[in-house]
């Protein structure tokens, strides 16, 4: 076994046994290996119930004072237990496990663990785990793996696979980097972070392991885009463009008069697009600064200049609502272009005259998800392709696009707020341009933290801003894996808030849902037939509706504050004064000072780095503070100080070695080429 060897080689893995793992992307054993854990159980010592806070997971040492018997209710058999904790009382109760109910004695003492719920002075538990002293003692800070999971992979088939491969003796990471690196930036080696992230003794160790594999991520990204940068200076412009007047004329004839900042980031673009190198820009700012219309003028001036040009969005809803307005603008405006839209859920037949449309030329401006550089889409005259931070290209799309004709233009869009100093190593190979300035007439979104008794209020605030005419998100938390539980909780909400607000307009969106379905009622919304929106955060990226002027966020304990903060970036897009209610289902100071933090400013980098400082560390693992620029496990804000680290190693290799070809960069040579080839895949090459 090595390892590129197929899982089906491990012990206890067949070829059905290999699918759950197949559909997670785990083949090899080096796929196995690089699935890393989301997050440790770690077992703590017991707790006071003096001590904890509502919501949260806690082990408590209890007594058992009397047990139910199991009852049934429809398909459910409970039992419950009275456990006396210290001068305290726990009503544990257990479901479809009846044969526990023999296990607890009156007067028998176990560790129980498991979330403890508090209302007034009164605590409930459900379905707790239960150990005995000595037990719970062995296991006492040991740091349990857990994985992402999918229908059919467990936990323990993964745990049990993934100790296989590193205990087995067969297989081995070997060493890439230079020994005199390792040393200088105290960097574990490679095989004993991989085994160790998987396994940690203790959370140093974790930390440790952590640190060499995000090392090792960024600097191979970095690298990676170093070189792609040398290669794109010697792209010369093949498509120059001129300036056309339809461009000046529509920035005249717009209802809002475009910020310096706007202004500023076009005559970029202008010149990079009419200059003699090919064009690879990328345009930062944060959310509602006006971006699109920045994109939509690039797509004019190629489409004045006899190209076509594609709009790539993340999701379906997104170019839906693109292909609107900018079909709407081209018409008002007499711009000559036809625009055409292109998604993964249009019919065959639709998808087939889109493409023949794209092909003959007959259209100008292709919008839609990333459908657009699949092979079977061939441009006549593509000139310029505007895109997203999530999919911007990595080597193997640049290539694919290449393919179908000359180097394009790319215009890459974030609304990632990252200081300025990272976006020059995240982006290394785009030049950039920010629109640091946010339209006049914006009123800076005022925003409320507060709990559950404040409920009614809330509603009733919404009730006052959608009869004024405004409209109304809500956000519920995404339930991880359980998407019933998820579709259940919007569901059910929906229905709830339907009895309390009967005059209105109520639908929810939710991940699960059709795109068609999702279209239809983000069409809805933003035509003003649907008032309140209940959805998960399928509408975090990009969405402009704005009417919109409140938004609600249940459970925003649950959420990254800088989630927070790009979710609320939905309201506030219009000249009316916008409100964000942060409903936390949790009363601890802690929650609260955390979400306090989205009152003090509107920095989304600022609000990313506060978070970090107040969760503890057993909280930081897992948790992704940016939706983009995800790394398998770096992230960007979390790990800056080691991105700093990678982005000085990487120009000292450079500069030492700028082909890699000295010896003892044989290694890391080989492996940076191994993952350009993956191109995006993982490094968002
Ligand atoms: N200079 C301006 N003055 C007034 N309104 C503007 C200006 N520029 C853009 N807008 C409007 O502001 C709203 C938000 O702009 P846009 O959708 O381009 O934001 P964005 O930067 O793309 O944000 P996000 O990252 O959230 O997608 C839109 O309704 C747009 O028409």
Redesign the pocket.
């Known amino acids: 076994m090595n390892l590129q060897s197929s899982i089906t080689e491990l012990k206890g893995i067949g070829e059905k046994t290999s699918l759950p793992f197949a559909k997670v992307g785990i083949h090899t054993v080096l796929d196995l290996l690089e699935y890393y854990p989301r997050d440790y159980e770690i077992y703590e010592e017991p707790v006071e119930l003096t001590e904890i806070e509502s919501g949260k997971k806690y082990a408590v040492h209890g007594f058992v004072d009397s047990v139910s018997e199991v009852k049934r209710f429809g398909k459910y058999q409970i039992f419950s237990a009275r456990l006396r904790v210290g001068e305290q009382v726990i009503q544990a109760t257990w479901f479809n496990v009846p044969f526990l109910r023999r296990v607890f004695q009156r007067g028998s003492q176990y560790i129980f663990r498991g979330i403890i719920a508090e209302k007034n002075g009164q605590y409930r538990m459900e379905q707790p785990e239960h150990f005995t002293l000595a037990d719970y003692d062995k296991l006492l800070y040991v740091m349990q793996p857990r994985y992402p999971l999918t229908t059919g992979l467990t936990e323990k088939m993964v745990v049990k696979s993934v100790h296989q491969v590193i205990d087995g003796g067969q297989v081995y990471v070997p060493e890439y980097l230079p020994e005199d690196m390792r040393r200088e930036y105290n960097l574990e080696s490679e095989w004993d972070a991989v085994r160790q992230v998987h396994f940690p003794a203790n959370e140093q160790v974790m930390r440790q392991a952590r640190k060499r594999i995000v090392f090792d991520e960024f600097l191979l990204f970095i690298l990676g885009i170093r070189r792609m940068k040398e290669q794109q200076e010697e792209l010369v412009n093949e498509m120059p463009m001129v300036e056309v007047s339809e461009t000046a004329r529509l920035i005249e004839a717009?209802p809002?008069?475009?910020?310096n900042a706007?202004m500023r980031v076009w005559r970029e673009i202008v010149s990079d697009m009419t200059g003699t190198k090919v064009m690879s820009r990328l345009v930062q700012?944060?959310?509602?600064?006006?971006?699109?219309?920045?994109a939509v003028l690039a797509l004019i001036m190629a489409g004045c200049n006899g190209y076509q040009g594609a709009l790539m969005v993340p999701t379906e809803v997104l170019a839906k609502q693109h292909y609107q307005s900018v079909k709407e603008l081209l018409e008002t405006h007499h711009i000559p272009l036809r625009p055409i839209l292109l998604t993964g859920s249009m019919t065959a037949k639709e998808k087939r005259l889109a493409r023949e449309e794209v092909e003959s030329g007959k259209t100008q401006i292709v919008i839609g998800t990333h459908a657009l550089i699949q092979e079977k889409v061939i441009y006549r005259n593509l000139g310029l392709v505007v895109t997203d931070e999530q999919h911007r290209f990595g080597v193997k799309q640049r290539e694919m696009l290449a393919e179908k004709g000359r180097m394009p233009h790319v215009l890459v869009?974030s609304?990632t707020p990252i200081p300025r100093t990272l976006a020059i190593i995240i982006y290394g190979d785009l030049d950039i341009s920010v629109?640091d300035e946010m339209?006049?007439?914006?009123l800076p979104i005022k925003n409320c933290v507060v709990d559950e008794s404040y409920r009614p209020n809330a509603y009733r605030f919404m009730k006052k801003e959608v009869e004024a005419g405004h409209q109304v998100y809500i956000i519920c938390p995404m339930v991880e894996e359980n998407e019933e539980l998820e579709l259940e909780n919007v569901t059910d909400y929906t229905e709830k808030l339907k009895g309390i607000l009967p005059e209105f307009q109520i639908s929810c969106l939710h991940g699960k849902m059709k795109p068609k379905e999702k279209n239809e009622i983000m069409e809805a919304f933003a035509d003003g037939q649907i008032q309140i929106l209940v959805s998960t955060t399928v509408i975090e990226?990009?969405?402009?509706v704005?009417n919109a002027t409140v938004m609600m966020v249940e459970n925003a304990e649950r959420f990254g504050l800088a989630q927070l903060h790009q979710l609320r970036?939905?309201v506030g897009?219009?000249r009316d004064q916008s409100y964000c209610i942060f409903m936390s289902g949790s009363k601890g100071k802690e929650t609260k000072k955390r979400l306090e933090v989205l009152n003090q400013s509107n920095d989304g980098f600022y609000i990313a780095s506060e978070d970090l400082k107040l969760r503890g560390p057993g909280d930081l693992f897992g948790i992704r503070q940016s939706g983009v620029l995800e790394f398998r496990m770096g992230d960007v804000f979390q790990d800056s100080r080691v991105l700093e680290q990678a982005s000085e190693a990487a120009g000292r290799i450079l500069e030492e070695d700028a082909e890699l070809a000295l010896p003892k960069h044989e290694k890391l040579k080989e492996r940076l080429e191994t993952a350009m080839a993956k191109g995006g895949e993982n490094l968002s090459l």
Not at 256 to 259: G, S
Not at 541 to 544: L, Q, S
């Open positions: 717009l809002y008069e475009l910020t706007q700012g944060d959310v509602g600064s006006g971006k699109t219309i920045l869009m609304a629109v339209p006049a007439h914006r990226v990009g969405i402009n704005p970036g939905r897009r219009g």
